[in-house]
């Protein structure tokens, strides 16, 4: 019986209050009694199921109630007011918060939809277990679909694929993820999914072998280093996740199937990585295929080592080690350490569900614009990334580094002109990978464009760039001040025949090293060097004087480039300068006026044929207009 599956969940807990639970039941069953649903089974069926699946995942006996009782007020079954009186106000709460999401009645049904998972959302901002209830809800829902039409099938599937797996996924709740990407995955790929299903069938008995041949290694080598509390065990790979390998690396499902999933449950986090090292004594292990999800845990509390090794006959193995309390987190997620009266209001916990403030941060979108938010945003694909001082960065698949900067801050984002990504310049564009070191560069001047909203991926970059643009547009534009430009003094850029010279570079031709030069002595002894070729020399009269280029530069030099301003040019100037192995010591971007910026940049010492190497390369990149050096 189902009841006592429930209560012996319970009574595992040593806690609850099973004579309510009881009750509840016997309250559910009457209000259901001699009812069917579509596919013949007694309606109480799926609500014993709905509560079933609370009471594995080891939520406290109110949620579970609140399971059995939670569609019972939306059909007409009884009143809040009873379910109150019965069974208390926390447990209506529940119910009432379920029933309103599934009243909401809107003809579109993307529409409906859309303002169902919102409604769901803003309840699990008050109370998580709502979401938890109505992920329970759907599983038995999927687990009897097959009795609907196609069509009905397909529909229910997708949403239930892109939102509601993701959404268990995001609370940690893996095995509930799984099933229901596998379940929909059934109706909305049968083809695929049966060929996936008989594969797997034909190489069973194989896998096992291996499985237990690769266990009794393991075992015996953690034997020998006196591990013997440890389990070790297959870890099987579910339809969803092998179709997803499939097409994102474009294999077949032969190719896909054939590595190996091996997990190892032990006491202690010290023990982890012990055994990681055990491991990899004992076959190679692949390189950037380890990850250290302990350290640095997702935001779904998932914790563990991965690491990937060729183990005998070539198999490619993949392990991951991880502790029993970590076990339990990974597959139950926020329920496996559920103490509801514990952790409300508790700062750590409100952390752990922020992701939740997000869905407030979508704005007035409705329909399939909020529904693709969120699967945007919440539920794509994750890359985690570092701030300069350690900290993890979680955005979407996609994301550039200007969404990391949004991400930081809305001012570094605003004013974002580029940055280093593992110590390489990058520019706005950049689409940033699992860990990456990001550093970003700013600059005073720089203002939110238009052009930014064509590739960044986050909604809280595109809301900060589009609430940004909104209010400079409705406030004229300053003026923007150009300071008048030093003398371009060259020190010792350029030797000349004289002593005490002061010299400087003519602005008519701005010489640049390589050109060929000469110069002109004023009566206070300043030197105007030109380029031979300059069509101003023709009308000098001054002394003229012997000068060339310092081959010996072992002093700073100050670069200026002229350009159209376009996104990325900051950071392709920095990695041209950065490829010939010269050190920026500063850099500085201006803008002129509405389309053409000055860049500035005093580079660290180096030799002549270097820097002339640099300036032919930069003023051979697009939009540059002039480069000029001093």
């Not at 509601?164 to 993820?177: D, M, T, V």
């Not at 790979?237 to 199937?257: C, G, L, R």
């Not at 350690?390 to 605003?414: K, N, P, Q, R």
Request: glycine share 6%.
């Amino acid at each position: 019986m189902v009841l006592t599956r429930i209560t012996n969940e319970i009574r595992k807990r040593g806690e609850g209050d099973i004579a309510l639970i009881r009750k509840a039941y016997n309250y559910a069953s009457a209000l259901y009694k001699e009812q069917k649903r579509i596919n013949g089974e007694d309606y109480i069926v799926h609500f014993e199921q709905t509560a079933l699946t609370l009471a594995e995942l080891g939520l406290d006996e109110k949620t579970i109630i609140s399971g059995l009782l939670h569609d019972s007020v939306e059909d007409g079954k009884t009143s809040l007011k009873n379910i109150k009186e019965e069974f208390g106000d926390e447990i209506a709460f529940l119910v009432d918060s379920v029933t309103k999401i599934s009243k909401l009645q809107i003809r579109d049904y993307n529409q409906n939809q859309s303002e169902s998972i919102r409604k769901m959302l803003m309840s699990a901002s008050k109370d998580i277990r709502v979401i938890l209830i109505k992920l329970a809800d759907r599983l038995h829902n999927m687990r009897t679909l097959g009795c609907f039409d196609v069509d009905k099938r397909k529909r229910i599937s997708k949403i239930t694929l892109e939102i509601y797996a993701p959404l268990a996924y995001r609370l940690g709740l893996h095995n509930l993820k799984s099933e229901l990407e596998d379940l929909s995955f059934k109706y909305l790929e049968p083809d695929m999914y049966q060929e996936i299903k008989i594969r797997i069938a034909k190489k069973k008995n194989l896998r096992e072998q291996y499985v237990n041949k690769i266990k009794n290694i393991v075992e015996k080598k953690l034997s020998e280093k006196e591990f013997n509390d440890v389990e070790i065990s297959g870890r099987p790979k579910h339809f969803y996740s092998i179709y997803k390998k499939m097409i994102s690396k474009q294999k077949s499902v032969y190719d896909i199937y054939d590595k190996l999933a091996m997990r190892i449950i032990t006491k202690r986090v010290e023990d982890c990585y012990t055994i990681l090292g055990i491991i990899h004594s004992l076959w190679k292990p692949i390189p950037m295929k380890f990850k250290d999800y302990i350290a640095n845990p997702k935001p779904n509390l998932y914790q563990s080592l991965h690491t990937v090794v060729v183990g005998p006959d070539k198999e490619l193995i993949e392990f991951q080690i991880r502790t029993e309390e970590m076990h339990n987190i990974a597959e139950e997620g926020i329920a496996a350490h559920w103490s509801y009266k514990e952790v409300r209001g508790e700062e750590k916990f409100d952390r752990k569900l922020s992701w939740l403030k997000q869905v407030f941060n979508f704005g007035e979108k409705q329909g399939k614009g909020f529904i693709n938010a969120l699967k945007l945003d919440l539920f794509s694909d994750k890359k985690f990334v570092y701030t300069p001082k350690g900290d993890i960065i979680e955005l979407s698949e996609g994301s550039t580094i200007l969404d990391f900067a949004y991400a930081v801050h809305s001012d570094l984002g605003s004013k974002c002109i580029g940055g280093k990504v593992n110590g390489k310049f990058v520019n706005l564009r950049y689409e940033v990978d699992n860990g990456d070191l990001i550093e970003i560069i700013t600059s005073k001047l720089q203002k939110p464009s238009r052009e930014w909203l064509k590739f960044v991926k986050t909604s809280k970059a595109k809301t900060k760039i589009k609430e940004t643009i909104r209010v400079n547009e409705g406030i004229p534009v300053k003026s923007i001040t150009v300071l008048g430009k030093k003398n371009e003094k060259s020190g010792n850029l350029i030797i000349a025949n004289m002593k005490n010279a002061n010299i400087n570079i003519a602005k008519c031709c701005d010489p640049l090293p390589g050109d060929e030069i000469m110069g002109f002595v004023s009566k206070s002894n300043n030197v105007l060097v030109h380029r031979n070729d300059c069509n101003k020399i023709k009308s000098i009269t001054k002394k003229k004087i012997s000068v060339e280029w310092n081959p010996d530069l072992d002093f700073p030099v100050n670069i200026t480039i002229i350009a159209v301003d376009k996104v990325g040019l900051f950071a392709e100037i920095l990695n041209i300068i950065a490829s010939k192995g010269v050190n920026v010591k500063k850099a500085k971007l201006s803008t002129i006026d509405k389309h053409v910026v000055e860049f500035n940049a005093v580079l660290e010492k180096g030799d002549l044929d270097t820097i002339r190497s640099l300036v032919k390369i930069i003023s051979k990149v697009a939009d540059v207009k002039k480069v000029r050096v001093n």
